[in-house]
């Protein structure tokens, strides 16, 4: 069998090799596997998504609120803004005692003089006994201390015709009871602070000594104070030590400003301080003109009721203190029988208080 003779082949020159890797097909994208292609679109798609919203977000966001520093005095921001004035309700009411400031003197060598701002929700102005003085009368106030100790004789005390004002130991038993009965029959009611004299006299337990310090004296008067209710300030039961005592007075000032009450100065003696004090911290304040019953006769009494009416006219008021002794029970029942006469008014210490400060009748 014959053999195929083998054909020789020649080689290929590099032209030809080069013409053929020109001539090679380069595979298109549309050759690639299918999947592929889905991907990559996905991926595509997916970013442009996310660039073009977060453009859109930026571009339409509201500027944020500048927040700066909280400033010391300002105010929290649950708290209604000072700037904003409140709604004030006014209710029909008679004029305040507090309505016209005392005269001021505009020296330059007076003292400052701290004017009264009692609202009209306090004591002094809540529990003022009503007047009916007759404009342009002189008016006199008959203050009786010691009241409460003697039931039967403070019970004839509140049978003289009114108003007095009743002046009730804070010692005694049944304060809310006893001041409810004189208020009831016309009366204005005191409170009648013990408070250390001068010399060996008993002023009664737990009165105010000097040198007792701050907050012991606030605690013993609120003691005295609380507990009951009804009047319109506080005088003095003996106290010419503790008047003097300039430091102890201004604690007692302090708390009857806190409270809303007046002080009456028994002025038991001639040192005393205590309208001083009260004038500086703004407490409204009156002293006593006249001691009716320091001798104790019908005759005596009825020439220191002379002489308080002497005052009232001369300075339009005054001030009488008196004690439930028999004495000075029978001569002011014969004296105020002959007021009306005399062109003289009997009134509260409140009604004295509200003159003193300017407010005319």
Do not use: C
């Not at 209710?91 to 701290?114: G, H, K, L």
């Not at 029942?333 to 407010?359: C, F, H, Q, S």
Request: hydrophobic share 40%; glycine share 6%.
């Amino acid at each position: 069998m014959a053999r195929k003779s083998r054909k020789s082949k020649a080689p290929k020159s590099k032209a030809s090799k080069s013409n053929a890797a020109e001539s090679e097909p380069v595979p298109e994208l549309s050759l690639m596997p299918r999947p592929a292609v889905l991907l990559i679109l996905a991926i595509v798609l997916l970013m442009g998504g996310l660039t073009a919203g977060i453009v859109i977000d930026v571009s339409t966001r509201p500027e944020p609120a500048r927040v700066s520093a909280p400033s010391k005095d300002r105010v929290s921001n649950t708290r209604p803004s000072r700037n904003v004035p409140r709604t004030r309700i006014e209710a029909p009411r008679t004029p305040s005692i507090f309505d016209v400031p005392p005269e001021v003197p505009t020296t330059d060598a007076a003292p400052v003089v701290v004017v009264p701002e009692i609202p009209l929700s306090a004591p002094l102005a809540v529990n003022a006994a009503p007047v009916d003085a007759p404009p342009g009368w002189p008016i006199v106030a008959i203050v009786i201390d010691d009241m409460g100790l003697d039931r039967a004789r403070s019970s004839k005390v509140l049978a003289l015709p009114g108003p007095l004002t009743v002046s009730y130991l804070t010692y005694a038993d049944d304060l809310n009871v006893q001041a409810k009965r004189a208020i009831d029959a016309g009366h204005e009611v005191m409170a009648h602070v013990p408070m250390e004299p001068v010399g060996n006299a008993d002023p009664g337990p737990g009165a105010l000594m000097s040198g007792t310090s701050a907050p012991d004296l606030r605690e013993q008067l609120d003691s005295y104070l609380n507990g009951w209710s009804g009047y319109v300030g506080i005088n003095n039961h003996m106290g010419s030590k503790l008047t003097s005592d300039r430091a102890a007075m201004d604690v007692v000032m302090m708390e009857l400003k806190g409270r809303g009450l007046m002080w009456l100065d028994s002025r038991t003696d001639a040192s005393t301080i205590g309208e001083t004090a009260a004038t500086a911290m703004g407490v409204p304040n009156l002293g006593r003109d006249i001691f009716l019953d320091n001798e104790d006769s019908e005759e005596a009494i009825a020439a220191q009721l002379a002489k308080l009416e002497s005052i009232a006219r001369r300075q339009g008021y005054a001030v009488a203190i008196g004690h439930p002794r028999d004495a000075t029970m029978t001569a002011l029942a014969k004296w105020l029988a002959t007021l009306n006469d005399k062109g003289i008014a009997l009134a509260p210490v409140t009604e004295v208080l509200r003159r003193r400060m300017g407010k005319k009748g």
